[in-house]
């Protein structure tokens, strides 16, 4: 199974703060852009996921800053599942402009149906979603 997957993020102007630099929030919403396409890449499909009743919410997620993207700034992140668990999956990330590193995070998401009681991982779940 692919447990390592790389994006690329143009920043845009909305995703800046009055300093010209991205929005400690955004960094957020890159990591999870970079768990869709990793997932994607396995071969999964997020939506036919949840239209099985299979759900991954955030258990927690931390963040360190390194130096600031900006505006315009062509971003590299690289996604890796560092571990799938019996009820869920921990990922690293690192985003890089270049060859600089920008910020680099972590998440540990937990499976759940849709009444967020605990569900165990599919160990096919890229298998199960294809359409």
């Known amino acids: 199974m692919l447990t390592e997957h790389e994006i690329e993020i143009r920043v845009r102007y909305s995703e800046t703060d009055a300093m010209n630099c991205v929005h400690?929030?955004?960094?957020?919403?890159?990591?999870?852009?970079?768990?869709?396409?990793?997932?994607?890449?396995?071969?999964?499909?997020?939506?036919?996921?949840?239209?099985?009743?299979?759900?991954?919410?955030?258990?927690?997620?931390?963040?360190?800053?390194?130096?600031?993207?900006?505006?315009?700034?062509?971003?590299?992140?690289?996604?890796?599942?560092?571990?799938?668990?019996?009820?869920?999956?921990?990922?690293?990330?690192?985003?890089?402009?270049?060859e600089d590193l920008l910020a680099e995070g972590s998440s540990v998401l937990a499976c759940v149906d849709s009444s967020g009681t605990v569900q165990p991982v599919p160990e096919n779940l890229a298998e199960l979603t294809q359409q």
């Open 24 to 98: 400690h929030s955004r960094y957020l919403n890159y990591f999870e852009m970079g768990r869709t396409e990793l997932f994607r890449a396995q071969g999964g499909n997020y939506r036919r996921m949840e239209e099985l009743g299979l759900f991954f919410v955030v258990a927690s997620v931390s963040v360190r800053y390194r130096q600031p993207a900006r505006y315009d700034d062509l971003l590299r992140l690289q996604t890796i599942l560092v571990k799938q668990g019996p009820v869920k999956l921990e990922h690293q990330y690192r985003l890089f402009r270049g």
